[in-house]
């Protein structure tokens, strides 16, 4: 059984920084690499960052690129989000998923993903 678990969320005023992590545990060796995604209340889920296991490459969507770094431990079985320079838009539910064995890499569409984690909560103050 696969399991992700987030930690790291809060609060924070504009313009300050937070570290995400996700814990991955179970048969996660399946894929290939790792993502984040975040959730605004009325919103649909948005593509954050992904990372690939073996090569470190990374990729991650405008809104957030030179803000976040998307980083692993392989040996932990551990992903991060780095966010620095936050802004009241990136208040939202940040989630970690798998990615979908056989998906293409570039896909950002949560279908791509299989296995999600429960979310944590970041809230950004102005």
């Known amino acids: 059984q696969v399991q992700l678990v987030e930690s790291g969320g809060g609060l924070v005023q504009a313009g300050g920084s937070l570290r995400l992590s996700c814990a991955t545990s179970g048969p996660t060796f399946s894929s290939y690499a790792m993502g984040w995604f975040r959730q605004a209340p009325g919103k649909g889920r948005e593509f954050v960052a992904a990372?690939?296991?073996?090569?470190?490459?990374?990729y991650y969507a405008d809104s957030v690129k030179g803000r976040f770094t998307i980083s692993s431990d392989n040996a932990k079985n551990t992903v991060y989000l780095q966010m620095n320079s936050l802004k009241p838009e990136d208040t939202a539910v940040y989630y970690c998923a798998t990615k979908r064995p056989g998906s293409r890499w570039s896909d950002r569409q949560p279908t791509s993903y299989d296995y999600w984690g429960q979310g944590t909560q970041v809230t950004v103050s102005s």
């Open positions: 990372i690939m296991w073996s090569t470190g490459f990374t």
